[in-house]
């Protein structure tokens, strides 16, 4: 077998498909079709296999960086199939304004973290407990914050155990003087951090740093669910909604009461933090993932956002099939992985497929890299689910031919979730040997072309 180069498979596969165009046309015998424009030994033909050998498995992601991400997670989910899943987040503030003074003798009416909501993933009907710490160190803008990092935190709730359900309608609220048309969540905060804020010296609200250093913020998490729990998706940099209130009055005045207003912005240091318990999964599940039974990979996979987990996948007779071919040239006109949702998952309505999924290689030390057909853009690659057939495909032409020319590294595809370090879902795969329902495939349509 001599594959071709890219330059010459874009130019044999323009002529396969002309050829091919033409075999479907007309009437007369295929073999006769042109023998007077190419030699008997250079007679194109067109081939479609699905039917490699893919050899597949799911595995815990070591770590994943989750530093000033979009969406800040929080919240709680008990997965029938996957554990239990705890999100939370770090955070620092910016005071809203510089050189304030509460006056000498301010009093704490309360304090309220309000969070802007931006979306739920789970079972929108359960009570959430949410606790909230401070922290006791300062984060720091030149460390890379993983989803399994932690900073250490004082021992008082400040939120004692707070408890909420998560809505994401858009009726309008009246809160104080805002008119709010946009779903929050509102967190009352013990008084007794609103009085260490309002007894700092002025001189530590003149510079965004030194009150950083007095406060330093805040760590937002969930307790258990005993439900089945849900995880929210938070725009922690919305400054319109999304914005630590401090409510106070000056003693002699208790008729006129004030708020004083802290953010999050880009400039602050914030990540999202991911607890899981694996071991609450299915059986099948804690198998593959947990024990390392990768055998059980062949019919069926699991991908989950929060570190989570990934799948791998390989062609390991790539090589093999190609040099089937002799002294012949061979062409890749397309190749895809086709990657289908599992019939036996459980509760989908509640447990959604994700929206987009992400396929990067692996190179030989285990780290990834993006591969070529990535460079292409979506509407080329893939990635997208679709509802209807309920699948992802991923077009992987370039890689697949780049692998049997021996210029990609051979090690096999890593098959995620978009927004892996800030967006909640999961996904359920049927494995190449599945039982029942469509199984993971690649399909590929080549043309051999003789010397």
């Given amino acids: 077998m001599k594959p071709q180069s890219h330059t010459a498979r874009i130019g044999m596969a323009i002529v396969a498909g002309a050829l091919a165009l033409c075999l479907a046309s007309c009437k007369k015998t295929p073999d006769a079709i042109g023998n007077n424009l190419i030699g008997a030994s250079n007679i194109i033909g067109v081939g479609h296999t699905d039917t490699l050998p893919i050899n597949s498995h799911s595995y815990i992601v070591d770590s994943i960086g989750t530093g000033n991400v979009r969406y800040g997670l929080l919240g709680c989910i008990n997965d029938p199939v996957f554990g239990q899943t705890t999100a939370g987040f770090y955070t620092q503030f910016r005071f809203s304004s510089t050189g304030q003074n509460f006056g000498s003798n301010p009093v704490v009416d309360s ?17 959430q407990t949410v606790n909230v710490y401070e922290l006791a160190d300062t984060l720091s803008s030149t460390q890379s914050y993983q989803g399994h990092s932690e900073i250490a935190v004082g021992n008082i709730d400040l939120a004692n155990g707070h408890q909420f359900v998560p809505h994401l309608s858009n009726h309008t609220q009246v809160i104080g003087t805002d008119t709010l048309t946009q779903p929050i969540i509102r967190i009352p905060l013990g008084v007794e951090l609103g009085q260490a804020l309002v007894q700092l010296d002025s001189s530590v609200y003149s510079q965004p740093e030194l009150f950083k250093s007095s406060f330093k913020g805040l760590f ?17 940099t919305n400054n319109t909604l999304t914005r630590l209130q401090l409510y106070y009055h000056d003693a002699a005045l208790p008729e006129k009461p004030m708020r004083y207003d802290y953010y999050i912005t880009s400039v602050e240091n914030y990540f999202n ?17 947990v024990e390392g039974d990768t ?82 853009g979506d509407a080329y690659f893939g990635g997208t689910y679709d509802s209807k057939t309920q699948t992802v495909s991923f077009r992987i032409s370039e890689y697949i031919e780049r692998v049997i020319l021996g210029k990609e590294p051979d090690f096999g595809l890593s098959l995620g979730i978009d927004g892996g370090s800030y967006n909640a879902s999961r996904w359920v795969i049927n494995g190449p040997e599945a039982a029942n329902g469509q199984k993971l495939r690649l399909e590929i349509t080549y043309s051999i072309v003789s010397e």
């Fill in 220 to 236: 937002v998490t969930a307790a258990p669910a005993t439900q089945s729990g849900a995880v929210c998706s938070l725009n922690l």
């Fill in 273 to 289: 933090h991911f607890e899981h318990d694996y071991l609450q999964g299915d059986e099948s599940f804690v198998r593959q993932v």
């Fill in 295 to 376: 055998m059980l990979g062949q019919t069926r996979l699991y991908v989950q956002t929060m570190g989570g987990i990934r799948s791998r996948i390989h062609f390991p007779s790539l090589a093999q099939w190609a040099a089937s071919f002799d002294e012949q040239h061979i062409v890749i006109n397309d190749a895809k992985l086709v990657i289908p949702a599992s019939p036996d998952d459980i509760d989908t309505s509640l447990f959604k497929a994700p929206k987009k999924l992400v396929l990067t290689g692996f190179k030989e030390d285990g780290s990834t890299y993006i591969i070529p057909d990535n460079f292409e």
């Fill in 111 to 127: 304090v309220v973290l309000q969070l802007s909501l931006m979306g739920i993933y789970g079972d929108t009907t359960c009570w």
